[in-house]
């Protein structure tokens, strides 16, 4: 067995155009799922029933599911109950968007519940309505706690985007797909994937530790 | 628009969906059963002082950690078989990648589990004169496993949710019952329902059941790591 990665740089344009891909798609899901979260998040966290009802349903359900069988739901099952098509992206985008969404939304509640009470009743004392005091005094506190936990998030995104690839979008793992099956060179192809997402995410998972050690240092 | 469902096809089906079911719950115990050992063993050599079994472990670790476990079921699946010039069946493949992942998170789990334990408990151990991998297996190991229950049941149910991928390699479980019988039955919006609800009431079932045992923990006073 004779390792031969020329046939893999021969199509170094494909493979950017996939890394593009999976960047696109992860951009999307990263703002989509944990600015939805935070909205989910709040509902979680709300006293009126009618908020916190679907919040909770919307969590369970989409956190106990596979984020697989969400985006073929989305793809296959869905346009039968709309006049259009869905396109492979927004599928892709929409299952592990809500999918994060409900696991932002469990971080986003977890650490606003982290704030001592005392700091809503100081809001208060100030004047301050529920809203201003969220925005003003709980959040900024809880989202510098959330911080390692929602960069831990976007890892998993960039991980999940390679799912795409179930329903065709052109990712990187799609694009590798199909090197290998035109050069038949699955080794190089599908080798030169697993070291491309290394070499993306490595960096970020060991962000995240610093900022893991950073915040217990600092509490 | 207004759609006219009809489960009659999917509920004929059903006992594709069982065996489905029944695939993936395979895969996911052999997987959890093997990454267990797995993980223990990469944990203690990562644990070790000698860089010869630290950092091989902190590699196997840190690569299976970082990388998306569809490329990883892919990479196992078609280019392993022509490394090793062995004849790989999507089951062999699934249950590999499977097994190594999960293995790789349990590892650190383990290994929170092992530093979480107060130092005087070795010290005792060897105090009664105790060589260290007795010490681990008799005194250390049953306090830290108790410890990292949650994180466990945790990491089952997020292997039972990977287990899905298989079905991008042809292996019949669940999730690929669901693709074949929407493609026979002109179904898709039925069978896909379904086997998410089949998914969420396992999966679901499986997450009170963790809570449940955190709860106990936690009112035995027990500490946890994650």
Request: charged share 15%.
């Amino acid at each position: 067995m004779k390792w031969d990665f020329n046939s893999v740089f021969a199509n170094t344009d494909a493979l950017l155009v996939g890394a593009v891909g999976t960047l696109h798609i992860f951009a999307i899901c990263l703002v989509a799922g944990l600015s939805l979260g935070l909205v989910v998040g709040l509902g979680r966290y709300a006293r009126a029933p009618w908020f916190r009802w679907p919040a909770t349903a919307f969590v369970e359900f989409f956190r106990n599911t596979p984020v697989l069988v969400q985006i073929l739901w989305f793809y296959f099952a869905l346009p039968m109950l709309l006049p259009f098509e869905i396109s492979p992206l927004a599928a892709a985008a929409l299952g592990i968007s809500l999918n994060s969404a409900a696991f932002s939304a469990e971080i986003y509640r977890g650490g606003i519940q982290s704030i001592e009470p005392g700091q809503w009743d100081g809001a208060r004392a100030l004047g301050m309505g529920w809203g201003q005091a969220m925005r003003r005094i709980i959040l900024p506190q809880a989202l510098k706690r959330m911080t390692p936990a929602l960069t831990n998030r976007a890892i998993e995104i960039f991980k999940m985007s390679t799912l795409a690839s179930a329903v065709a979008y052109v990712e990187l793992l799609q694009q590798g797909k199909l090197i290998a099956s035109l050069n038949y060179n699955p080794i190089e192809a599908y080798t030169t994937v697993a070291v491309i997402f290394f070499v993306f995410l490595w960096p970020m998972v060991q962000f995240t530790y610093v900022l893991e050690r950073r915040l217990r240092r600092s509490e | 628009m207004s759609y006219h469902w009809d489960f009659t096809p999917v509920l004929a089906n059903a006992p594709l969906l069982a065996e489905g079911l029944v695939n993936t719950l395979k895969v996911t115990g052999v997987s959890l059963g093997c990454g267990l050992a797995i993980g223990l063993a990469l944990a203690l050599m990562r644990l070790s002082r000698h860089r010869l079994a630290s950092w091989p472990a902190g590699f196997v670790i840190e690569v299976f950690r970082t990388t998306p476990p569809l490329v990883q079921l892919f990479w196992f699946f078609f280019a392993l078989p022509l490394i090793v010039g062995i004849e790989m069946t999507p089951f062999l493949a699934a249950c590999v990648t499977f097994s190594i992942q999960s293995a790789a998170f349990f590892a650190e789990v383990f290994r929170a589990g092992i530093q979480s334990i107060e130092r005087g408990q070795w010290d005792g151990a060897r105090a009664i004169g105790m060589t260290h991998g007795q010490a681990l297996q008799r005194i250390i190991l049953p306090q830290a496993v108790k410890r990292m229950i949650p994180a466990f049941m945790e990491r089952a149910i997020e292997l039972m949710k990977t287990t899905t991928l298989v079905a991008t390699i042809a292996y019949a479980d669940l999730l690929f019952a669901a693709n074949e019988l929407s493609q026979k039955s002109f179904r898709p919006l039925e069978t896909y329902t379904v086997v998410a609800l089949i998914y969420f009431f396992v999966i679901f079932l499986a997450s009170q059941l963790a809570r449940l045992l955190e709860l106990r923990l936690a009112r035995s006073g027990e500490s946890t790591v994650h």
